[in-house]
């Protein structure tokens, strides 16, 4: 292969020659193969190689590096001119150009430290280390020093003493300093006082709070540390009864129960299902601090603190909540053992249900039954239950009625799961003499209101995305509801309107606890009685 001409000139060069006059600029861009030709002839140089040897064998022994020189007679033979390839006022690139600016001379008469060039070689007497601060730390990051001043003023005011304080008193640290609602008091209390001696000291506190940097997190960590038990990384339900137990014995929305423990129990169980059927979204009874901050029951413990209605903490504590589920479910219960089967549920909501979709539901694949007896629904079951029967716009309730319709299992809904059961529906519009609508006509209205990604069929994702998606359910296997929906009421319309944040299950619960309180007020003015009390249920109201 023939050798391009540029190339050939300068591989013809001299080594002994290539000291050259300066070039001007630009030169080398118009004529890089020069350049390129000329700094491989330089790397060949015998001292070259002797310099690049030294340096490498300074670097093994750890000196620091000095760049020797050259003898007398090579400095002459380098600084001998040649006639110049290249014009003046440039220097080639790389190479020394004469011994005045040769960085050897330049090292050996200022006899200072590593060369200028910034050669990867050199070293430095005392290495330099970048000190990286500490980004983990293994009980969270500490408070920042103000805060801890300031927090540490508080607890000695509170810890005047020096004795420590017991349960009664540390109310106060638990809402002032910890900034927590005060029926976390004690739980926190307990939760210190690791060998029970009753009384917590200022030290143990500081060691708690402080040290372990709990002043530092958000308060869905703090009430999680504080629940959960040790060694777990998630909370059960048994972490949350302390803390109901506290609540019923100190929020003034609930005094009228301290007389009637069973129905303390009761609310709190209530309570406490209602928080993992909305928060606990993988269904485990295992809830965990992910779930625990995406949910909203900081915020309603945050209100429930602060509102002496308890009625008006409609998230989880609301007592009228409560009356109407545990009203419900004593309704169904006819032999009041807890327990309710199929023919107890199929009377739910004047028979609105569906044979079908009951029985679907005692096959527990939308919930395993926690009733642990055969062919029975326990008050837990029913309280998830009737929590998606009424609000089905609720994502946990999508999940609930997705499962029962999807016969299969498969994830989506076929036209003919849906099929199987609207004959029903369709049975029953029959005999009730009401004008049947064909499941043809009644899928194509489902397709349009959902909006489905494939029309063939509905997938979860489908249903959630569609703020209509709880008639789907209601068309399918609850008569009462699917005639609501097709003869809706302007003026519940209005109501929702102007009251967008209630949602399906509030207005639910407030028409059935007024409507419960007419019948309750009725039964006292044919009693005779002044006082408001259902014997059946065993508690005042």
């Known amino acids: 292969m023939e050798v391009e001409p540029a190339r050939r000139d300068a591989a013809a060069l001299d080594p002994e020659l290539l000291q050259l006059p300066e070039l001007a600029p630009g030169a080398l861009r118009e004529n890089s193969i020069i350049a390129d030709a000329l700094y491989s002839q330089w790397l060949v140089l015998p001292e070259t190689a002797k310099l690049v040897k030294s340096l490498i064998e300074d670097a093994k022994t750890?000196?620091?590096?000095?760049?020797?020189?050259?003898?007398?007679?090579?400095?002459?033979?380098?600084?001998?001119?040649?006639?110049?390839?290249?014009?003046?006022?440039?220097?080639?690139?790389?190479?020394?150009?004469?011994?005045?600016?040769?960085?050897?001379?330049?090292?050996?008469?200022?006899?200072?430290?590593?060369?200028?060039?910034?050669?990867?070689?050199?070293l430095v007497s005392e290495p330099v280390r970048e000190v990286i601060p500490q980004f983990y730390f293994k009980n969270?990051?500490?408070?920042?020093?103000?805060?801890?001043?300031?927090?540490?003023?508080?607890?000695?005011?509170?810890?005047?003493?020096?004795?420590?304080?017991?349960?009664?008193?540390?109310?106060?640290?638990?809402?002032?300093?910890?900034?927590?609602?005060?029926?976390?008091?004690?739980?926190?209390?307990?939760?210190?006082d690791v060998a029970c001696t009753g009384t917590v000291s200022r030290d143990a506190f500081v060691e708690y709070w402080i040290n372990d940097n709990k002043i530092t997190m958000d308060m869905a960590s703090q009430i999680f540390e504080i629940l959960r038990k040790p060694g777990y990384n998630y909370l059960t339900q048994d972490d949350f009864k302390p803390v109901l137990k506290e609540l019923l014995a100190t929020h003034p929305g609930l005094e009228f129960l301290q007389g009637t423990p069973e129905f303390q129990e009761r609310y709190a169980e209530t309570v406490i299902y209602r928080i993992f059927y909305s928060i606990n979204r993988s269904g485990n009874g295992h809830l965990t601090l992910r779930e625990l901050k995406r949910g909203n029951l900081i915020a309603a413990l945050q209100q429930l603190d602060e509102e002496e209605d308890i009625n008006k903490v409609l998230r989880y504590f609301s007592y009228e909540h409560f009356y109407v589920i545990y009203c419900k479910f004593w309704e169904l219960d006819t032999d009041h053992d807890f327990l309710i089967d199929k023919e107890n549920l199929i009377r739910y909501g004047n028979h609105s249900l569906t044979y079908r979709i009951v029985d679907r539901i005692f096959t527990q694949i939308p919930r395993k039954f926690t009733s642990m007896t055969e062919g029975k629904m326990g008050y837990e079951d029913f309280v998830y239950f009737i929590l998606?029967?009424?609000?089905?716009?609720?994502?946990?309730?999508?999940?609930?009625?997705?499962?029962?319709?999807?016969?299969?299992?498969?994830?989506?809904?076929?036209?003919?799961?849906?099929?199987?059961?609207?004959?029903?529906?369709?049975?029953?519009?029959?005999?009730?003499?009401?004008?049947?609508?064909?499941?043809?006509?009644?899928l194509c209205q489902m397709i349009d209101m959902i909006g489905p990604e494939n029309e063939s069929f509905f997938t979860l994702r489908d249903l959630k995305r569609c703020k209509l998606s709880g008639n789907i359910f209601n068309i399918l296997f609850n008569l009462n509801k699917f005639m609501a929906f097709e003869t809706r009421d302007p003026f519940l319309i209005r109501q929702e309107r102007e009251n967008p944040t209630l949602t399906e299950w509030d207005r639910f619960a407030h028409r059935e606890y007024i409507?419960?309180?007419?019948?309750?007020?009725?039964?006292?003015?044919?009693?005779?009685?002044?006082?408001?009390?259902?014997?059946?249920?065993?508690?005042?109201?």
């Not at 420590?164 to 939760?191: A, N, W, Y």
């Not at 716009?393 to 199987?420: A, R």
Request: net charge negative; with cysteine.
């Open 140 to 192: 969270g990051r500490p408070p920042p020093k103000d805060l801890k001043e300031q927090c540490l003023s508080r607890i000695d005011h509170l810890f005047f003493g020096g004795e420590g304080l017991q349960i009664q008193e540390f109310r106060s640290v638990t809402k002032d300093i910890c900034k927590l609602p005060s029926f976390f008091s004690s739980v926190l209390f307990k939760k210190i």
């Open 388 to 442: 998606s029967e009424e609000d089905k716009s609720s994502e946990p309730s999508l999940e609930y009625w997705f499962k029962c319709i999807d016969l299969d299992g498969n994830g989506i809904l076929t036209s003919n799961e849906m099929q199987f059961f609207y004959e029903e529906q369709l049975h029953r519009m029959e005999c009730m003499a009401q004008e049947p609508v064909l499941f043809e006509d009644i």
């Open 62 to 122: 750890g000196t620091t590096l000095n760049v020797a020189g050259t003898s007398a007679s090579t400095n002459a033979a380098s600084s001998s001119s040649l006639p110049s390839m290249f014009p003046a006022g440039s220097a080639p690139p790389l190479s020394p150009r004469s011994t005045s600016g040769s960085p050897r001379v330049m090292r050996r008469g200022s006899g200072a430290g590593p060369s200028s060039l910034g050669s990867p070689l050199k």
């Open 515 to 541: 409507r419960l309180s007419m019948e309750e007020d009725g039964e006292d003015a044919s009693n005779g009685s002044g006082d408001v009390w259902d014997e059946s249920l065993e508690a005042p109201f």
